[in-house]
């Protein structure tokens, strides 16, 4: 089956340094490509997406780019925020679910 | 915003007890899953279902769960006899056209076996 592998955490960052999280994956076919976000007590929210080779998804300041020769969709922000402390899962999706990684905890100091 | 619904927040039960989590998925979509995550542990994925089927369980979604679609708005997740390693978070999500696209997911019921 589809799996992932994501960069282990946990990772601390200072307000307006770049974060780079790296996710790479496994999967039968043509999956597509998410990541998901989880803040502190909270449930899963989408962040971004990407459908097809070469596309990048963006959102928040947040930006990945599916790259299919290197099987990877790495996740990437300029200048982070306290308030971008939380949880970050990559998940590819097949014909019938998600698949997530083990998730990478950011904590952003003011 | 449309969004998914889980009820209750919380749920406290003996072991060997049956719970019934409840989901309102987002009116329109037609497919609809469950996962859970355990403490600590990675989001994994439990069933998908979609036109009153199930399209594809995990090896964790044995014989003591379920899931219906009990009307126009309703899907749940039941487990008949809850075991102590059941308790996590279970999430419901729903999408509009198919696993590929975006899933939205519900905030969560803690289940806790004691």
């Known amino acids: 089956g589809d799996s992932v592998t994501q960069m282990e955490g946990p990772v601390t960052l200072s307000e307006e340094a770049f974060l780079t999280i790296n996710c790479t994956y496994t999967?039968?076919?043509?999956?597509?490509l998410f990541w998901y976000v989880q803040y502190p007590g909270e449930g899963l929210q989408l962040l971004l997406k990407a459908t097809k080779a070469d596309d990048k998804g963006s959102n928040k300041g947040f930006e990945a780019t599916y790259r299919k020769e290197t099987t990877s969709f790495h996740l990437e922000k300029g200048s982070v925020q306290v308030s971008d402390s939380a949880v970050y899962f990559c998940?590819?999706?097949?014909?019938?679910?998600?698949?997530f990684g083990a998730g990478t905890t950011v904590t952003v100091r003011a | 915003e449309p969004e998914v619904t889980q009820t209750p927040s919380h749920q406290v039960t003996q072991m060997g007890q049956e719970v019934i989590l409840r989901c309102v998925p987002i009116?329109?979509?037609?497919?609809f899953y469950w996962y859970r995550q355990i403490l600590g542990q990675k989001v994994e994925f439990l069933v998908s279902?979609?036109?009153?089927?199930?399209?594809?369980k995990s090896e964790i979604f044995d014989d003591q769960f379920s899931v219906e679609r009990p009307d126009g708005s309703n899907f749940t997740l039941k487990i008949r006899s809850t075991k102590l390693e059941d308790s996590a978070m279970y999430f419901c999500?729903?999408?509009?056209?198919?696993?590929?696209?975006?899933?939205?997911f519900g905030p969560g019921t803690r289940l806790t076996v004691t």
């Open positions: 009116s329109n979509h037609l497919y």
């Open positions: 999967a039968t076919g043509y999956p597509s």
């Open positions: 999500a729903s999408s509009d056209y198919g696993p590929r696209l975006e899933q939205y």
């Open positions: 279902f979609y036109n009153n089927e199930i399209s594809e």
């Open positions: 998940a590819p999706a097949n014909d019938y679910k998600l698949s």
